[in-house]
């Protein structure tokens, strides 16, 4: 392999700048040339490339969203819109391709290598954390901490005015956002899309922690959740807990943004290295991941096809500690 390209995806993350940066430098440092696709595959269907030099990525390891933008491409989904893809990176000269995203990233990759024996190899970058074959996704650890540092604010003022916060957290339809902000907040209730905890429960759960005399409550709310997320939830609690001052927060995009931590930068720097590395080793179809403090090569398909479990230890934290 003599060029590779690389590209972010789908939603960004916190760390996808330090992830294209660790593929650049570490392509560059292996003799390789690097060409840089914007708009994820929307730009190689529109043959949107940018030379990666190493000075293209100075100074960004520190900042989120992502220097070559992000799309979910409608086009890339289409034969047509893969073989104009899969064209354009080869008159280009790119013979492999660095895909960072999440599932939706990694089953375009999964396609155009089937349908046009074009090697990717997947790096997962994702608030979410919902892919197989890695501990934590990149940008994970930054939304948690950005979540994290928004609810203890909220907590302040529940606590002053002793009232009750629904706040919803991100995760599409996964829990591992919410599942470990309520840990590390310390809510008194944390609902997941994973559990399906009915209404009716939670009412009685809420019921049991307001008699219980403490006034100020935390409830953080999956997106996914079956409650159908924190507004929903309050229409459906206020008729029930007109006596407790209830209001909602939805965290939203805030949680997308902002200088990824210390963590998500060490965990994208090596990735890039791993992908690189992944590529010259002759794979043509992997999503490089960390499980257990070491690099592991993990299909890229069932990075997004097989499901990511919740841990139930820490499931029961929330039990026992609430
Ligand atoms: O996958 C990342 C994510 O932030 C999800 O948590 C969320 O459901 C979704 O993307 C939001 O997408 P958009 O930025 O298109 O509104």
């Not at 799309?71 to 354009?88: D, L, V, Y």
């Not at 046009?116 to 939304?143: K, M, R, W």
């Not at 010259?280 to 403090?293: A, F, Q, R």
Request: glycine residues 12%.
């Amino acid at each position: 392999i003599k060029k590779i390209g690389v590209l972010t995806s789908g939603g960004d993350s916190p760390g996808m700048n330090a992830a294209i940066r660790s593929v650049t430098r570490a392509a560059l440092y292996k003799g390789l040339e690097v060409t840089g696709i914007r708009y994820g595959y929307q730009g190689a269907i529109e043959a949107d490339f940018v030379e990666m030099k190493k000075l293209t990525v100075s100074n960004m390891i520190q900042r989120g969203g992502t220097i070559l933008k992000s799309a979910r491409s409608a086009e890339f989904r289409t034969p047509e819109g893969r073989k104009k893809a899969a064209e354009n990176l080869r008159s280009q000269g790119i013979e492999a391709l660095v895909a960072i995203g999440g599932d939706g990233t990694f089953q375009g990759g999964t396609i155009l290598q089937q349908e046009h024996g074009f090697p990717v190899i997947g790096i997962p970058g994702t608030i979410d954390n919902d892919l197989s074959g890695t501990d934590e996704t990149i940008g994970y650890d930054t939304a948690l901490n950005t979540a994290l540092d928004a609810i203890d604010k909220i907590r302040d003022t529940a606590d002053a005015h002793e009232r009750m916060f629904l706040v919803e957290v991100m995760g599409r339809d996964a829990g591992f956002l919410a599942l470990e902000t309520g840990i590390a907040c310390g809510a008194e209730l944390t609902l997941l899309p994973e559990t399906l905890v009915h209404i009716k429960e939670v009412k009685e759960t809420l019921r049991n922690i307001l008699t219980n005399k403490k006034r100020s409550t935390l409830v953080v709310v999956a997106e996914g959740d079956e409650s159908g997320g924190a507004m929903e939830l309050y229409s459906n609690l206020k008729e029930d807990f007109s006596d407790i001052d209830t209001r909602v927060c939805v965290l939203g995009h805030i949680q997308r943004g902002g200088n990824p931590t210390a963590r998500d930068r060490v965990l994208a720097s090596r990735l890039g290295v791993a992908a690189v590395n992944a590529l010259l080793d002759g794979h043509v179809s992997v999503m490089v991941g960390v499980v257990n403090n070491n690099i592991k090569l993990t299909p890229l398909k069932s990075g997004w096809s097989k499901k990511k479990s919740i841990q139930t230890e820490l499931l029961d934290l929330t039990k026992i500690l609430k």
